[in-house]
C-alpha cells in the first residue's frame, strides 16, 4: 500500500503567520490527495480534494498543491479556529490511506 | 445538507462482531458511495471500507476477511459488521460519505469503540 509521510509533525506558528504542512506519497499518486482538519474531539472535516480544489465552505486562506509524490497544504494568515491537526490521503491507489498528521499549534 | 450519526454499541467482548449502523439524512442513500473509517491512537486514520451506490463493496485487504458492509435501503442506512474482534479494534469509528469512493465527505462525529471483556 502506499505510505503518506506527513512532516513536520508538529509545527508552531503565531496567529496571522503563515503555515506550510507537507505530505510525501512512497509512490506517485497523481492529483489524486485529499487534505482534512481535525479539531480535538471532533471528526476529520474535508479540506481540499484532488489535491487543489476547496471543498465547499472552506475559506480561501486554505490552498492545496502538488502532484505525484510531494503536496503541500498551505494557510495563508493563520486564525485561531485553524489551529488542529491535519491529515493527507491518497485514494489514487487501494487501499485509501491517510498520513500520520500534522499538528498546528499556537506560538 | 447531508448529516451521519453512528450508532451502537460502546462495549464489544473479544471474539464477538462489532456491529454499528449510520442513518443518513439530508440525501438518498442510493446516491453515493459511502465509507467506514477508524481511528486509533496506535494506527492513526485506517480505511475499512465502502459501499457504492449499487450495492458493490470495496474492502480493506488488511480487515476484508472480517469485514461487512451494507446498506438498508428501506431505512436510508448503511451498516458495519467487523467480527472476531480484539483489543486491536478498539478505536473511535466514523461512518462518511464518499463521492466515487475517494475523499470522505461529510463524516458522522464518530463513536468510540472499546474491545474488552
Known amino acids: 500500500e502506499v505510505v503518506m509521510t506527513q512532516s513536520p509533525a508538529t509545527l508552531s506558528v503565531s496567529p496571522g503567520e503563515r503555515a506550510t504542512l507537507s505530505c510525501r506519497a512512497s509512490q506517485s499518486v497523481s492529483s489524486n490527495l485529499a487534505w482534512y482538519q481535525q479539531k480535538p474531539g471532533q471528526a476529520p472535516r474535508l479540506l481540499i480534494y484532488?489535491?487543489?480544489t476547496r471543498a465547499t465552505g472552506i475559506p480561501a486562506r486554505f490552498s492545496g498543491s502538488g502532484s505525484g509524490t510531494e503536496f503541500t497544504l498551505t494557510i495563508s494568515s493563520l486564525q485561531s479556529e485553524d489551529f488542529a491537526v491535519f491529515y493527507c490521503?491518497?485514494?489514487?491507489?487501494?487501499?485509501?490511506?491517510f498520513g500520520q498528521g500534522t499538528k498546528v499549534e499556537i506560538k | 445538507q447531508v448529516q451521519l450519526q453512528e450508532s451502537g454499541p460502546g462495549l464489544v467482548k473479544p471474539s464477538e462482531t462489532l456491529s454499528l449502523t449510520c442513518p443518513v439524512s439530508?440525501?438518498?442513500?442510493?446516491?453515493?458511495?459511502w465509507s467506514w473509517i477508524r481511528q486509533s491512537p496506535g494506527k492513526g486514520l485506517e480505511w475499512i471500507g465502502y459501499?457504492?451506490?449499487?450495492?458493490?463493496?470495496n474492502y480493506s485487504p488488511s480487515l476484508k476477511s472480517r469485514v461487512t458492509i451494507s446498506v438498508d435501503t428501506s431505512k436510508n442506512q448503511f451498516s458495519l459488521r467487523l467480527s472476531s474482534v480484539t483489543a486491536a479494534d478498539t478505536a473511535v469509528y466514523y461512518c462518511a460519505g464518499a463521492p466515487r469512493g475517494n475523499w470522505f465527505d461529510p463524516w458522522g462525529q464518530g463513536t468510540l469503540v472499546t474491545v474488552s471483556s
Open positions: 459501499i457504492s451506490n449499487t450495492g458493490s463493496t
Open positions: 439530508g440525501a438518498s442513500i442510493s446516491s453515493s458511495y
Open positions: 490521503q491518497q485514494y489514487n491507489n487501494w487501499p485509501q490511506t
Open positions: 484532488g489535491a487543489s
